[in-house]
């Protein structure tokens, strides 16, 4: 009933955002005489921040054409390189790119919203590599016929990932980086790689912003997944996709939950910034309004997740802190993070991070036992908040020169 309850809200909302356009449009018309009046210019802009925010959104596309390199433009090419049901490989190449650049395999979360969030993230490091990333597939739109996807699953995905990445680059190991989520089963297959001596193990790992050990500096989002216990989050947050939907009948951790959860823990910020855009509008800066449109865009694009991964990453990275207490699995087995002896690890942590508390990433550095203090680095990048570390000044001044270095030393 859950989902078909914001399916009935989602249409409403549709409709009532078209209406509220075509109001915005003609208060804003030139040829009516509201529009030189102070009513009409401030309706129409309170009108247009309404229809931006009910709007239905799609999946994004990341639109990286070109980088400039030293103050020319370079063209950047997209390409699908793999496909599987339940998530893409991307490959991102410039022109004039090196023959040896190194090749990068970043691991998008799967966490509700697109890879795309993190196309900052891919538009810097195309700049000096071909870049891969995970582009994670709406479970809504994945049909049951292609099974389930749970942890394991998305750890083998990363090693199948890395091992196609390798085989393109006659033999060269790959670099990984996560960003956020993914950093678990990125050091889970880490370690697997390592133990199995597997052709494809990375070069160096950079994880950014991950739950590693969530009791370290615990924020809201931990304490959420520990107040309550598993069968809440069964009985509470896991909806049937309907019927008007490929995957219709799948379990699945709702996007527009998790929306709301993202929304809800800094509800005043995002009330102040459509406020702040609703002034731009009124006074003709539609420059300024376009910046916050365009990162509302992207914000409120989401995705489901499968029951299964949502709930074996709620009880396993947040309430049994399986990886960090040397229980966590893989097939039946448990994974020794003690294996990891040629990877070097670099983990990156922001300064206000209120997603990933200080310390939860770094935790990873103290669990390899097995690798060389030599191939270990910490970054702390001051100032920058969970997103600020992957996106941004302070991403593309600070954070991803260190991740460059990282990767070039331990080539």
Same mark, same amino acid.
């Given at each position: 009933?859950?989902?078909?309850?914001?399916?009935?809200?989602?249409?409403?909302?549709?409709?009532?955002?078209?209406?509220?356009?075509?109001?915005?449009? &003609?208060?804003?018309?030139?040829?009516?005489?509201?529009?030189?009046?102070?009513?009409?210019?401030?309706?129409?802009?309170?009108?247009?921040?309404?229809?931006?925010?009910?709007?239905?959104?799609?999946?994004?596309?990341? #639109?990286?054409?070109?980088?400039?390199? *030293?103050?020319?433009?370079?063209?950047?090419?997209?390409?699908?390189?793999?496909?599987?049901?339940? =998530?893409?490989?991307? @490959?991102?190449?410039?022109? #004039?790119?090196?023959?040896?650049?190194?090749?990068?395999?970043?691991?998008?979360?799967?966490?509700?919203?697109?890879?795309?969030?993190?196309? *900052?993230?891919?538009?810097?490091?195309?700049?000096?590599?071909?870049?891969?990333?995970?582009?994670?597939? #709406?479970?809504?739109?994945?049909?049951?016929?292609?099974? $389930?996807?749970?942890?394991?699953?998305?750890?083998?995905?990363?090693?199948?990932?890395?091992?196609?990445?390798?085989?393109?680059?006659?033999?060269?190991?790959?670099?990984?980086?996560?960003?956020? $989520?993914?950093?678990?089963?990125?050091?889970?297959?880490?370690?697997?790689?390592?133990?199995?001596?597997?052709?494809?193990?990375?070069?160096?790992?950079?994880?950014?912003? *991950?739950?590693?050990?969530?009791?370290?500096?615990?924020?809201?989002?931990?304490? &959420?997944?520990?107040?309550?216990? +598993?069968?809440?989050?069964?009985? %509470?947050?896991?909806?049937?996709?309907?019927? %008007?939907?490929?995957?219709?009948?799948?379990?699945?951790?709702?996007?527009?939950?998790? &929306?709301?959860?993202?929304?809800?823990?800094?509800?005043?910020?995002?009330?102040?910034?459509?406020?702040?855009?609703?002034?731009?509008?009124?006074?003709?800066?539609? /420059?300024?309004? $376009?910046?916050?449109?365009?990162?509302?865009?992207?914000?409120?694009?989401?995705?489901?997740?499968?029951?299964?991964?949502?709930?074996?990453?709620?009880?396993?990275?947040? $309430?049994?802190?399986?990886?960090?207490? *040397?229980?966590?699995?893989?097939? =039946?087995?448990?994974?020794? +993070?003690?294996?990891?002896?040629?990877?070097?690890? +670099?983990?990156? /942590?922001?300064?206000?991070?209120?997603?990933?508390?200080?310390?939860?990433? @770094?935790?990873? &550095?103290?669990?390899?036992?097995?690798?060389?203090?030599?191939?270990?680095?910490?970054?702390?990048? /001051?100032?920058? =908040?969970?997103?600020?570390?992957?996106?941004?000044?302070?991403?593309?001044?600070?954070?991803?020169?260190?991740?460059?270095?990282?990767?070039?030393?331990?080539?």
């Amino acid at each position: 009933m859950l989902y078909h309850a914001y399916e009935l809200q989602r249409a409403w909302l549709s409709s009532a955002s078209a209406m509220a356009s075509i109001s915005a449009e &003609l208060l804003s018309n030139p040829r009516l005489p509201l529009g030189y009046t102070g009513f009409g210019p401030m309706a129409a802009s309170a009108l247009e921040v309404f229809a931006h925010a009910a709007q239905t959104r799609g999946k994004p596309e990341f #639109d990286i054409e070109s980088v400039r390199i *030293g103050g020319k433009a370079r063209a950047v090419t997209q390409s699908v390189v793999m496909h599987k049901a339940f =998530g893409d490989l991307l @490959r991102f190449t410039r022109e #004039d790119l090196p023959e040896d650049a190194p090749r990068l395999l970043i691991v998008a979360p799967m966490s509700g919203h697109f890879a795309t969030l993190l196309r *900052g993230t891919v538009e810097r490091m195309v700049e000096n590599a071909v870049v891969y990333i995970t582009d994670w597939h #709406d479970a809504k739109l994945v049909p049951l016929s292609e099974g $389930q996807f749970d942890l394991d699953d998305y750890i083998d995905y990363l090693i199948e990932f890395l091992g196609h990445i390798a085989e393109d680059d006659q033999g060269r190991a790959p670099h990984m980086m996560a960003v956020c $989520q993914p950093s678990v089963p990125a050091l889970a297959a880490t370690a697997i790689m390592n133990a199995n001596d597997h052709a494809a193990t990375p070069a160096t790992l950079t994880m950014m912003g *991950g739950p590693i050990d969530t009791r370290k500096s615990p924020t809201t989002v931990n304490d &959420l997944a520990m107040e309550r216990p +598993l069968s809440w989050f069964r009985q %509470n947050v896991i909806a049937t996709v309907p019927m %008007n939907y490929p995957g219709a009948g799948r379990r699945v951790y709702p996007g527009f939950l998790q &929306l709301a959860s993202f929304m809800s823990m800094n509800l005043g910020n995002h009330m102040l910034s459509h406020y702040e855009m609703f002034k731009h509008l009124t006074a003709g800066d539609d /420059e300024s309004a $376009q910046v916050s449109k365009d990162f509302y865009d992207e914000y409120r694009s989401v995705a489901d997740m499968t029951a299964e991964f949502y709930l074996q990453t709620v009880e396993e990275v947040f $309430q049994t802190h399986s990886l960090p207490e *040397g229980t966590f699995t893989h097939r =039946g087995e448990v994974v020794d +993070l003690g294996a990891i002896d040629r990877t070097a690890i +670099l983990a990156v /942590e922001g300064e206000r991070d209120d997603i990933s508390g200080i310390g939860q990433t @770094r935790a990873a &550095l103290g669990l390899a036992t097995g690798l060389d203090e030599a191939k270990k680095r910490y970054h702390l990048a /001051e100032g920058a =908040g969970h997103y600020g570390i992957f996106n941004g000044s302070k991403w593309r001044g600070k954070v991803a020169p260190t991740v460059e270095a990282f990767m070039s030393e331990h080539a």
